[in-house]
């Protein structure tokens, strides 16, 4: 592959960040996480502050208001005022990744990307995941939590991610289905999972 | 890895099978599938043609009767009289299962192995998946399906291997924290994978 975006979700303490920031600084291309609330927030006017506290969280009424035909991406996001902020988010990340992706090869993590580019066939789509007990020691290590309550937060958060997945993709979060290569980072150093999605795109 | 059990999950359709059958003929190690139920046959002394129909399906009535203590592993399957025939199968193949990996690599397709050898370090374990329409196709060419009742097919057979999965596991088949690298197929051909599969071995 000469071109390709590509999409890591991660579950919380899997280091699925690192692999991706890794991965393109290795591959000499562009990547978005939290980025992607600054950009989305520049897009629009807002302050990013007022986004943080949403972001990869959903809301309950976008649906409902896009299948009254209330909402449409191509208004220009004019009609956007009554909406959660929730949804100004997604629906603002949901613009901010597609032209990213026109742009040319990066590396996107969270945010539904693999959904939002599902049409595009130069995505390759990756979850990263791993064992529990790996993940309450880096969340211990990167993330600074407390022991006792690292498994509690791990929790809350996947279930967090996989609720705002669901929710605008209609699909499962975790389910290997939805992506290209899943991969448990429990078994493998960040270096060598790097090395193993190079290969992949090689060989793709 | 110098010694390693290589378990592979696989929806109907994927080419898992195939790609497990090239990647132990590369490596130079056993493979098993429908072999298993000979295997289990053959210890128990049964004609294997009784077992081919409830293979990776499940039945009702085991969890019940271990929770009652009525069988046990340790009690050389003397107890399994009353048992129906889809449990005295998962029996017999968890005992034969336990048993080749003690003998060394190989390559087991499908029947809970990456569950029934959860304890052993030395299993990789994979899930190969692919598009609906890839399936499709492959069912057409390779298992000789009607392309009108292909998807059925596809749908009925993955329902019954998931049911079986979940049963004996209390896991959710597909879900990609099961196992530690998924692989769609549709985005690579089978070589490839086999090569991508050999890099994952040498790199782990």
Known sequence: MDNYIITIGRQ?????????????????????????????????????????NVDEKAANSLLYSLSMGLYSFGSGFSAMGDLPVND???????????????????????????????????????FIYAEMEYRKQEAVKKHGIDEARAEHIINKTDKSRSNYYSFYSGKKWGMAENYDLCINSSKLSEDKIVELIKNYINIR
Chains 1, 2 share one sequence.
Do not use: T, W
């Not at 978005?32 to 007022?50: F, H, Q, W």
């Not at 026109?102 to 990756?126: E, F, M, P, Q, T």
């Open 12 to 52: 919380f303490g899997s280091g699925g960040r690192a692999v991706g920031q890794k991965l393109a600084e290795d591959l000499g291309i562009p990547f978005y996480d939290k980025e992607l609330i600054s950009l989305a927030a520049k897009d629009s006017g807002m302050n990013p502050e007022v986004f943080e």
């Open 88 to 126: 100004k988010l997604y629906l603002l990340q949901h613009k901010v990744i597609k032209e990213l992706a026109d742009k040319g090869s990066c590396v996107i993590v969270g945010r539904c990307a693999d959904y939002v580019l599902r049409d595009r066939d130069d995505c390759v789509n990756i």
